[in-house]
């Protein structure tokens, strides 16, 4: 192995000890399930050979009962391991969902594939799924094939080796198999995936398409995507299905095969015709779960794919090992050389931001200004912890942000971003950021922070009105009052705006510009993604985009003097009611004029 190579993980990587121990005891139980197996082959034995043979009743009688008691055992064991084997999945799940789609929002976040956060729960649904399956069974029975035709050859070495050869054909065909499928059930895979996805980001957006006129477009789109996912599935399906078929007729041919060739050698005296019917019993025993891996092999390359694909996406630590609590974060804010860079479907490679580096102290706020597709909403971004760099670091009060929990990051940080969400639930929750234990005077100064403390009460419901997904029911300048309230929830040490008062009116802005200061008062470090001028009011510096680059970084009045002729005439009065635009701005209605 290479020295700096990683090691693979197992494929029991993702289980805990625990269930470990689980998949032990099935595996312990199918010792007695598959020796009890055998309880039909030697009844045939001692039916044929000695009852006949004896015409001894009492000894049918008591070979009956036994035969019934050892198969009410067999059931009862059969019937405890499926119980095991469905909780190892169950448990799986319940102790990975949480560490999975957090990976998956980590990753996303990363640039490390979009559709991860869709797919990663899919495939740990999947594996508990896979778990209480018979499928499943077949992989613990398989091992025992070797015994089976063992005790075949024992009857007889002749019907030995034509048990092996027919085991051997039906493993081959299993390779076949896997081998021509293994492309059509990974196509059928992806192409229902992104199917999925178009359906739900049509379904979120299905008001704002249909009065813009894409539903028609998109709905056609969309059923492309699922005739093309409709047709790798079927022939996916066409392709194992027929597999299935000869491997199962196959078997039951080599079954009769096997019995001919017993009834030869009984003709011979070679066999007894006990034996003869016993190996075919154990034939058919023995070809059972290979038959059944045939048929199930596009779950089993489902799965072992999901397994695949969750052993990347998983973080290589131990998910319950948390990492050690920093002392409580100050607003000291600073960046050096960071980067981010994202690769485009076609496979192209963009700086979204490059060589971004400037330092912020506590009691100071930052606006960040430039035209659209400058990275304003990126660096945003970055800033939050939600997209992670490709290059450089960020700090916050010396500490590496990388470095503290997440739960403690999360706390320290305040962010609204450009384009609103709330979640369905109370207006109460929504400012709480939905914790559980969240103190109504919490809540409630949250709020008074963000002057949006009387709006609320003049709802209906107060701060128990509810409010639909993504904040239906409430105006836009209500959203952002209230987004802006979550932000200052439990007074953050660092604020992140981007695009503040994209959606208030002047009384709005001018509570805007009081919360900022009330930030910087506390000692909190604000950063504003901002276009309009009325939102740098309370900035002690300016920092200008670029193409993802500073352009220009310093008090706000040098910079503003570097980016405008007379600044005066861009910064926001009191007694002004209507805030001209930035430069850029007024050059892109030139344009479109």
């Given at each position: 192995?290479?020295?700096?190579?990683?090691?693979?993980?197992?494929?029991?990587?993702?289980?805990?000890?625990?269930q470990r121990?689980?998949?032990?005891?099935?595996?312990?139980?199918?010792?007695?399930?598959?020796?009890?197996?055998?309880?039909?082959?030697?009844?045939?034995?001692?039916?044929?050979?000695?009852?006949?043979?004896?015409?001894?009743?009492?000894?049918?009688?008591?070979?009956?009962?036994?035969?019934?008691?050892?198969?009410?055992?067999?059931?009862?064991?059969d019937?405890?391991?499926?119980?095991?084997?469905a909780?190892?999945?169950?448990?799986?799940?319940?102790r990975?969902?949480?560490?999975?789609?957090?990976?998956?929002?980590?990753?996303?976040?990363?640039?490390?594939?979009?559709?991860?956060?869709?797919?990663?729960?899919?495939d740990?649904?999947?594996?508990?799924?896979?778990?209480?399956?018979?499928?499943?069974?077949?992989?613990?029975?398989?091992?025992?094939?070797?015994?089976?035709?063992?005790?075949?050859?024992l009857?007889?070495?002749?019907?030995?080796?034509?048990?092996?050869?027919?085991?051997?054909?039906?493993?081959l065909?299993?390779?076949?198999?896997?081998?021509?499928?293994?492309?059509?059930?990974?196509?059928?895979?992806?192409?229902?995936?992104?199917?999925?996805?178009?359906?739900?980001?049509?379904?979120?957006?299905?008001?704002?398409?249909?009065?813009?006129?894409?539903?028609?477009?998109?709905?056609?789109?969309?059923?492309?995507?699922?005739?093309?996912?409709?047709?790798?599935?079927?022939?996916?399906?066409?392709?194992?299905?027929?597999?299935?078929?000869?491997?199962?007729?196959?078997?039951?041919?080599?079954?009769?095969?096997?019995?001919?060739?017993?009834?030869?050698?009984?003709?011979?005296?070679?066999?007894?015709?006990?034996a003869?019917?016993?190996?075919?019993i154990?034939?058919?025993?023995?070809?059972?779960?290979?038959?059944?891996?045939?048929?199930?092999?596009?779950?089993?390359?489902?799965?072992?794919a999901?397994?695949?694909?969750l052993?990347t996406?998983?973080?290589?630590?131990?998910?319950?090992?948390?990492?050690?609590?920093?002392?409580?974060?100050?607003?000291?804010?600073?960046?050096?050389?960071?980067g981010?860079?994202?690769?485009?479907?076609?496979?192209?490679?963009r700086?979204?931001?490059?060589?971004?580096s400037?330092?912020?102290?506590?009691?100071?706020?930052?606006?960040?200004?430039?035209p659209?597709?400058?990275?304003?909403s990126?660096?945003?971004?970055?800033?939050?912890?939600?997209?992670?760099?490709?290059?450089?670091e960020?700090?916050?009060?010396?500490?590496?942000?990388d470095?503290?929990?997440?739960?403690?990051?999360?706390?320290?940080?305040?962010?609204?971003?450009?384009?609103?969400?709330?979640?369905?639930?109370?207006?109460?929750?929504?400012?709480?950021?939905?914790?559980p234990t969240?103190?109504?005077?919490?809540?409630?100064?949250?709020?008074?922070?963000?002057?949006?403390?009387?709006?609320?009460?003049?709802?209906?419901?107060?701060?128990?009105?509810r409010?639909?997904?993504?904040?239906?029911?409430?105006?836009?300048?209500?959203?952002?009052?209230?987004?802006?309230?979550?932000?200052?929830?439990?007074?953050?040490?660092l604020?992140?705006?981007?695009e503040?008062?994209?959606?208030?009116?002047?009384?709005?802005?001018?509570?805007?510009?009081?919360?900022?200061?009330n930030?910087?008062?506390?000692?909190?470090?604000?950063?504003?993604?901002?276009h309009?001028?009325?939102?740098?009011?309370?900035?002690?510096?300016?920092?200008?985009?670029?193409?993802?680059?500073?352009?220009?970084?310093?008090?706000?009045?040098?910079?503003?003097?570097?980016?405008?002729?007379?600044?005066?005439?861009?910064?926001?009065?009191?007694?002004?009611?209507?805030?001209p635009?930035?430069?850029?701005?007024l050059?892109?209605?030139?344009r479109?004029?």
């Amino acid at each position: 192995m290479h020295p700096n190579k990683a090691p693979r993980p197992g494929k029991l990587s993702l289980l805990s000890l625990a269930q470990r121990r689980l998949l032990w005891a099935i595996a312990g139980i199918s010792v007695f399930t598959n020796m009890l197996m055998l309880t039909g082959p030697l009844f045939m034995l001692q039916v044929y050979d000695r009852v006949l043979a004896s015409q001894s009743q009492e000894t049918l009688l008591v070979l009956i009962a036994l035969v019934a008691f050892l198969y009410l055992v067999m059931g009862l064991l059969d019937h405890a391991r499926g119980r095991i084997a469905a909780r190892v999945g169950a448990q799986l799940q319940h102790r990975l969902d949480r560490t999975v789609f957090q990976a998956a929002l980590n990753a996303a976040s990363a640039g490390k594939g979009e559709t991860a956060a869709a797919r990663a729960p899919q495939d740990l649904a999947m594996l508990q799924h896979l778990s209480s399956t018979p499928l499943f069974m077949a992989l613990f029975d398989s091992p025992w094939v070797p015994l089976f035709l063992c005790i075949i050859a024992l009857l007889h070495p002749f019907l030995g080796l034509a048990a092996l050869a027919a085991a051997l054909l039906i493993v081959l065909i299993g390779l076949a198999s896997h081998s021509k499928s293994y492309r059509l059930v990974a196509a059928s895979q992806q192409s229902s995936l992104q199917s999925d996805l178009l359906a739900r980001q049509i379904a979120q957006n299905g008001s704002s398409l249909q009065t813009m006129g894409m539903q028609g477009a998109l709905l056609e789109r969309w059923r492309s995507a699922r005739e093309q996912a409709l047709g790798h599935g079927l022939a996916s399906q066409d392709h194992t299905g027929g597999f299935g078929a000869t491997s199962r007729a196959l078997r039951l041919f080599l079954q009769s095969a096997l019995l001919a060739t017993g009834a030869l050698l009984v003709i011979r005296a070679e066999l007894s015709p006990g034996a003869m019917v016993a190996a075919t019993i154990l034939l058919g025993r023995a070809l059972a779960p290979l038959d059944q891996m045939i048929a199930g092999w596009p779950q089993i390359q489902a799965g072992l794919a999901a397994l695949d694909r969750l052993q990347t996406l998983l973080p290589k630590r131990d998910p319950d090992d948390l990492r050690i609590r920093l002392p409580p974060p100050d607003g000291a804010l600073m960046l050096k050389s960071v980067g981010l860079r994202r690769t485009d479907p076609q496979g192209v490679t963009r700086n979204l931001l490059q060589d971004i580096s400037f330092a912020l102290n506590p009691g100071q706020a930052l606006g960040v200004i430039g035209p659209s597709g400058a990275g304003k909403s990126t660096l945003a971004q970055v800033l939050a912890g939600i997209l992670v760099p490709t290059t450089g670091e960020l700090r916050l009060s010396s500490a590496r942000m990388d470095h503290y929990p997440p739960d403690q990051l999360g706390s320290a940080i305040g962010y609204l971003q450009q384009g609103v969400w709330l979640f369905a639930g109370s207006i109460r929750d929504n400012i709480a950021r939905f914790e559980p234990t969240a103190e109504d005077t919490a809540v409630f100064a949250a709020a008074k922070a963000a002057d949006a403390h009387e709006m609320i009460l003049k709802l209906p419901q107060g701060y128990d009105t509810r409010i639909g997904v993504d904040g239906g029911g409430l105006s836009g300048g209500q959203q952002q009052r209230i987004a802006l309230a979550r932000a200052l929830f439990r007074d953050p040490v660092l604020i992140v705006l981007d695009e503040p008062n994209a959606s208030l009116d002047d009384a709005g802005s001018r509570a805007l510009n009081t919360a900022i200061r009330n930030a910087k008062a506390r000692g909190a470090a604000v950063v504003i993604m901002a276009h309009r001028p009325s939102a740098i009011e309370e900035c002690d510096l300016l920092l200008k985009l670029d193409a993802g680059q500073v352009s220009a970084f310093g008090p706000t009045a040098q910079v503003l003097r570097q980016v405008t002729r007379n600044s005066a005439d861009f910064l926001q009065t009191p007694n002004r009611p209507v805030t001209p635009p930035f430069p850029w701005e007024l050059r892109h209605a030139e344009r479109r004029s």
